[in-house]
């Protein structure tokens, strides 16, 4: 798997970096909309990673940021760009751990009689090499007059179609080519220093896609695959890694509620309430000490996913729980199932806990917990008073576990950065009203900027506004968020 402290080892020495490129041709108001969204989800959740990151309306302007600011490398993405965020980490490295003398990877577009040129979709960039180079444009025009250079060389093999090499490099010919297309001259630049440019990888070209929005005829085209692959509509996690906080964690902040809430309670939690997704319901629940007579809601907006978890919650007797997962995808073989490569992680977790007694609380506890589910999509505000009426009740001490549904690539491409700041905001002080003496334990990610610890009391989460974050935090880096 990926390793985020590989990335930001690369980050924090200014050895590598991201730089995000505004899209100003897009002129389709929806998909200027969605493209915004998601470059807001995407640089703040690179933000973990990668903490230093940059934003301009030019490529020239983007690189001379990061080089004025000390870093050597930088990854550039253009607004349009989605991420299969782990898969990219982790193929990225591994490709220029593989090319560490690389001093340019893009998407190179071989033109015939015109030159060659770049996409700018998304490209890695030595700004070392830039700056000894003299500070190279681009090469932004389109410019049709005829010019003579070197004339690359290039792979005879192509990632698609016939004017897509895997690479080219210098040659000892000149040829005179009909014109020139954007980027243009970072290639004329690297060519004339002598270097080979590399093309994307096979297996890192899969972790990305770019929804070409300012193609007036590609958009429309690519919409459909961007749809799925930016929402993953009627996913379901048959092997959810997620883990609450630390031991050590959850015993401060249960100390912490006795020395400032209720000295009488017994640290006891009495209701869980957990998105629909694998065996994190059930690990949250042992781990937070449930017993018979107490109760268990899972919510989601994905009717698949709560089917599938009462499955597990009822069906599962705490034994080969891959043989289990398997079985249950045979039987449905129209879902999309996520983390099945993570399912032996999650039998080592089985086994951790079943020396604490997880197999013998399925057995003697699980089945006298009243377990009942809740459709219901979070982040519609109209429907959060019936979700926090429902669930929360002031007799009872309960867990609320919100994971990263307001941090999430899916919902991200429907809302906004601060559209989605607003809707746990609203939620949030819908929870403070309800709660009673602080009994409502809330974790919520919300983001690398976030500035606030993910799991706390009800009383301690403050529903700040999205402009008292400051103004040097990644969730403020983009124009539209300033």
Known sequence: ??????????????????????????????????????????????????????????????????????????????Q??????????????????????????????????????????????????????????????????????????????????????????????LKTYSGKREGWNIVKSLIESGEKILSWSHKCRITKHYAYEEVKEDGPRHRAD????????????????????????????????????????DKKIQHIVTPAAGLSTLFFAFKLGLKAGDRITIYDCSRTALRLTRRILLQWDGTEYTKFAKKLMRQ?????????????????????LNWIGF????????????????????????????????????????????????HYAPTSFYYSLQQRWQLFNDLLIKLKKKSNNNNILLYAARGSGANQSIINWIDDWDPYDFYDIPKDSIMRLLKWNK
């Open 80 to 173: 349009g760009s989605i991420l299969k965020g782990d898969q990219f980490y982790d193929e990225f490295r591994k490709f220029y751990t593989e090319n560490k003398n690389a001093k340019f990877i893009g998407h190179i577009l071989d033109n015939n009689e015109s030159y060659y040129r770049v996409h700018p979709q998304a490209f890695f960039i030595d700004l070392n090499w830039w700056a000894e180079a003299g500070f190279p444009e681009w090469g932004e025009q389109k410019q049709n007059s005829p010019f003579e250079t070197i004339e690359p060389i290039r792979s005879e093999e192509n990632h698609h179609d016939q004017y897509t090499p895997h690479w080219i490099a210098p040659s000892k010919q």
């Open 226 to 265: 961007t749809l799925l692959e930016a929402t993953g509509h009627e996913v379901f996690f048959i092997a959810n890694t997620e883990t609450l906080p630390s031991d050590r964690h959850l015993k401060k902040l249960f100390t912490h509620r006795i020395d400032t809430t209720d000295k009488n309670w």
């Open 332 to 352: 449905n073989p129209l879902e999309h199932f996520r983390g099945v490569e993570q399912l032996k992680d999650i039998e080592q977790a089985i086994e951790k």
């Open 1 to 78: 798997m990926f390793n985020e402290t590989w990335w930001n080892k690369k980050n924090k020495s200014k050895e590598l970096t991201i730089g995000w490129l505004y899209n100003n041709n897009i002129k389709d108001d929806f998909a200027k909309g969605y493209t915004k969204n998601l470059t807001d989800y995407w640089s703040v959740e690179m933000g973990f990673f990668v903490p230093n990151q940059f934003a301009s309306e030019t490529i020239d302007d983007l690189l001379k940021q990061a080089h004025d600011s000390g870093f050597a490398q930088m990854i550039v993405f253009k």
């Open 359 to 406: 197999r013998d609380w399925i057995e003697n506890e699980l089945r006298h917990i009243d377990i009942d589910d809740y459709r219901v999509d979070i982040l519609n505000e109209h429907k959060q008073n019936d979700f926090v009426n429902t669930i929360i009740s002031k007799k009872e001490i309960t867990y609320l576990h919100l994971t990263n549904i307001f």
